[in-house]
């Protein structure tokens, strides 16, 4: 009789597993720190854009154009620079090949998530030509943060993750009540940026206590 039973995991591929798992846990790994620093630029960059973009759509300091233009395109081109040069530092960490798998896994499937909503929602937002349409993106964008953050709360119990999946998703559900009020929609997008991203990202890289468990 022809044994049809899955053959089993090898010792490496377990062996793999394990230090991804572990690196989850530990503070001050090759991975964590990267992800800490991407997370830390992202925040400040673009909550900072917001933030900046939603002070002037409400008029709190004279209309210039230079001024527009230099929030539109400064915060993207330091954060493409601050992840140059993190991107490149972090390979000489060599992390190992089972973390490099499933980095690459989460990565991917987070890409084509991104995606497959631009697709959607841009594809409405054009025939209904409706910029409000739009907006329902970067909404969804918070929500799919804040699965992210309730995925880690669930693996790793950290309190504090659970706090930073309900903000995402709290900051989402505000941002739909206010999407008619483009300078307030923008505020909140930015500050949700800097509690929910700035945040976490400072206190990974900073190795907390909070990380540790």
Known sequence: MTDVSPPAPSVQSAQDDLAFLRALVQTGDVMQRPFGESYLAGGLCYGAQLLLSGVDGLGLWPPAPAVSIAIAIAPTVIFCLLLAWIIRRARTGAPPAGMQRTIGKVFGCLGLSNLGLIVVVGAVALRERSLMTWLIYPCA??????????????????????LIA?????????????????????VVAGVGLMLFMALPGWLILRGSKLVAG
């Open 166 to 186: 309900a903000g995402w998703m709290i900051a989402a559900a505000v941002m739909a009540i206010f999407i008619e009020t483009m300078p307030v929609f923008i």
């Open 141 to 162: 964008v918070f929500v799919l943060q804040g699965a992210a953050w309730l995925v880690a709360y669930n693996l790793l119990r950290r309190p504090w993750m659970g």
